[in-house]
């Protein structure tokens, strides 16, 4: 159980599957990964946390953009997928954003241009375009649930 809130595990879920359906298709394919290590499931439960309390509290306050910080959103997101092996597609990332399709877009550019992500084609489909963090942005990503939780 959260000690934040007791649904927490249950919204990051929710917030996962709507991503999933506003896409269209699952746009996040499993792979197979071996778990990962004590701190790595201690970031990863803090990284759901963070952004299934993010979702929450725009569901409360019922203003999405009074709250709005779509990098972070999008940070988290990816860090989330890339923990659990999970490949993310642009548009999908984009709606992780919990911002407009526009802003989403703005932000990962930004994201990359600043070294955080990394954009590449789906060597499944060449129409689409993946998106990850560098492994400067996994280890900024790792520093920081060190330094709040897991350290």
Same mark, same amino acid.
């Given at each position: 159980?959260?000690?934040?809130?007791?649904?927490?595990?249950?919204?990051?879920?929710?917030?996962?599957?709507?991503?999933? %359906?506003?896409?269209?298709?699952?746009?996040?394919?499993?792979?197979?990964?071996?778990?990962?290590?004590?701190?790595?499931?201690?970031?990863?439960?803090?990284?759901?946390?963070?952004?299934?309390?993010?979702?929450?509290?725009?569901?409360?306050?019922?203003?999405?953009?009074?709250?709005?910080?779509? %990098?972070?959103?999008?940070?988290?997101?990816?860090?989330? %997928?890339?923990?659990?092996?999970?490949?993310?597609?642009?548009?999908?990332?984009?709606?992780?954003?919990?911002?407009?399709? =526009? =802003?989403?877009?703005?932000?990962?550019?930004?994201?990359?241009?600043?070294?955080?992500?990394?954009?590449?084609?789906?060597?499944?489909?060449?129409?689409?375009?993946?998106?990850?963090?560098?492994?400067?942005?996994?280890?900024?990503?790792?520093?920081?649930?060190? %330094?709040?939780?897991?350290?």
């Amino acid at each position: 159980m959260s000690p934040f809130h007791p649904f927490a595990d249950e919204l990051m879920e929710i917030a996962v599957r709507l991503r999933d %359906a506003a896409d269209g298709r699952s746009s996040m394919r499993e792979t197979r990964i071996a778990p990962p290590p004590a701190s790595g499931r201690c970031r990863l439960t803090m990284a759901r946390r963070t952004y299934a309390l993010r979702r929450k509290r725009e569901a409360l306050f019922g203003k999405p953009d009074l709250f709005g910080e779509p %990098a972070w959103d999008i940070m988290l997101d990816l860090y989330i %997928a890339q923990s659990e092996g999970k490949l993310v597609s642009v548009s999908s990332a984009c709606i992780g954003s919990a911002a407009p399709a =526009t =802003t989403g877009l703005r932000w990962l550019t930004v994201l990359a241009e600043e070294g955080l992500i990394v954009r590449e084609k789906d060597a499944d489909d060449h129409r689409r375009v993946l998106v990850r963090l560098s492994p400067e942005g996994r280890a900024a990503m790792d520093r920081f649930f060190d %330094a709040v939780e897991c350290g």
